[in-house]
C-alpha cells in the first residue's frame, strides 16, 4: 500500500466529514478529492488503492474525469479539465492490442493463457489500457517495470 504518514493513514489520504479524501498532483497541480466511502479501515485500504491508481494514470497522462467521478461524491466542476486529458486519437489501445495477443495464442495451454491474461490485467491495464499504442515509450514502460514492488 505504500508509505504512512504520521496519523497512520496511508499517504495522500485524510478523513473530512465522516468521508475518505485523498489528494495528488494532477497536471502540475496538488488535488483534493472526497471519495463516495465511508472513513472506516476498510474503507481507508481501498482509498489507497483507488490513490495509486489515480497516481499511476496521472503519471502517463491518462487520468480521465470519469475516472474520478465513478468514486468521488460530487461531480467535478471543472471547464478546462476535459482538455488535460488526452485527446482522442483513432490508433488502436493497448488494451486491443493486448486483447488481440491473447486471441491469437493458439499454441500455448490454457493455464498459460490465464497467467498471462493475470499479469496483464493485473500489471499492465491499469497503467496502459486506454492509451493509444503509438502513444507508449520505452520510458514508460521501462517506470513502469522499476516502479513495481
Known sequence: M???SSSGLPKGIRARSGKIQINF???DKREWFTLDLIDTPANFI???K???DFVNKAKYGILKIEDIEAVTAKPIKKADAAQKTLPAS???TFAHYAQEYLYNL???KQGTKKKYLSILERLWMPL???MPINTITSQMLGTA???RE
Do not use: L, M, Y
Request: charge should be neutral; hydrophobic fraction near 30%; glycine fraction near 8%.
Open 2 to 4: 505504500g508509505r504512512t
Open 25 to 27: 498532483k494532477w497536471n
Open 46 to 48: 481501498k482509498a489507497a
Open 50 to 52: 483507488i490513490r495509486e
Open 90 to 92: 483513432n490508433a488502436p
Open 106 to 108: 493458439s499454441d500455448h
Open 128 to 130: 496502459f489500457e486506454d
Open 145 to 147: 517495470v522499476n516502479g
